[in-house]
T-cell receptor, first 114, second 113 residues
Framework: ETGVTQTPRHLVMGMTNKKSLKCEQH?????MYWYKQSAKKPLELMFV???????ENNSVPSRFSPECPNSSHLFLHLHTLQPEDSALYLC?????????????FGPGTRLTVL | TQLLEQSPQFLSIQEGENLTVYCNSS?????LQWYRQEPGEGPVLLVT?????EVKKLKRLTFQFGDARKDSSLHITAAQPGDTGLYLC?????????????FGQGTRLTINP
């Protein structure tokens, strides 16, 4: 247990569906992240939220829409995805403002887009 | 262009052998972190190295940060099947006043009994 939970753990969706991924951290951190992990690519940073404000959008397509209602919860809303969006989506949290951005990851959501 | 290059990408060895994994870049990092990821789980932080030339040990794992803070290595002595997993290095760089992690593509390690 890393203190970061993600639901669902597995998701299969069609290209016309709308779904949401949820992340919750129980560590009291003030920064949360969404990463995409594909089979043949390194971990790709998608979004960063610091004190609920989005500080990074790493050229992510608009079919991915993040939401951070408070410092403990992070959502990733998905709509009209493409098969190439199939991947493991990881949420992480850290404490900004202290030395070294050591991140704590959730177990991920394995997403398959048909 | 990959900012952090890890080598080898795949490694399969017998239990009891030693191995070294490398993480190289042309960029300087304020810190370098190593994570291990097991199937069905997210990466878990193993160690953070900060100072050029720094060496840290975690039981049979030895981590070293290059003198110029551009590269790092992970050495495992007498590997065990429990060491099997995906090892990721991540360099920390400043981004808009915050710190951002850049990950290597990982080394998938298999230790055979």
């Amino acid at each position: 247990e890393t203190g970061v939970t993600q639901t669902p753990r597995h998701l299969v969706m069609g290209m016309t569906n709308k779904k949401s991924l949820k992340c919750e951290q129980h560590l009291g951190h003030n920064a949360m992240y969404w990463y995409k992990q594909s089979a043949k690519k390194p971990l790709e940073l998608m979004f960063v939220y610091n004190f609920k404000e989005q500080t990074e959008n790493n050229s992510v397509p608009s079919r991915f829409s993040p939401e951070c209602p408070n410092s403990s919860h992070l959502f990733l809303h998905l709509h009209t995805l493409q098969p190439e969006d199939s991947a493991l989506y990881l949420c992480a949290s850290s404490q900004e403002g202290v030395p070294y951005n050591e991140q704590f990851f959730g177990p991920g959501t394995r997403l398959t887009v048909l | 262009t990959q900012l952090l290059e890890q080598s080898p990408q795949f490694l399969s060895i017998q239990e009891g052998e030693n191995l070294t994994v490398y993480c190289n870049s042309s960029s300087v990092f304020s810190s370098l972190q190593w994570y291990r990821q097991e199937p069905g789980e997210g990466p878990v932080l193993l160690v953070t190295v900060v100072t050029g030339g720094e060496v840290k040990k975690l039981k049979r794992l030895t981590f070293q940060f290059g003198d110029a803070r551009k590269d790092s290595s992970l050495h495992i002595t007498a590997a065990q099947p429990g060491d099997t997993g995906l090892y990721l290095c991540a360099g920390e760089r400043p981004l808009q006043g915050a710190q951002k992690l850049v990950f290597g593509q990982g080394t998938r390690l298999t230790i055979n009994p």
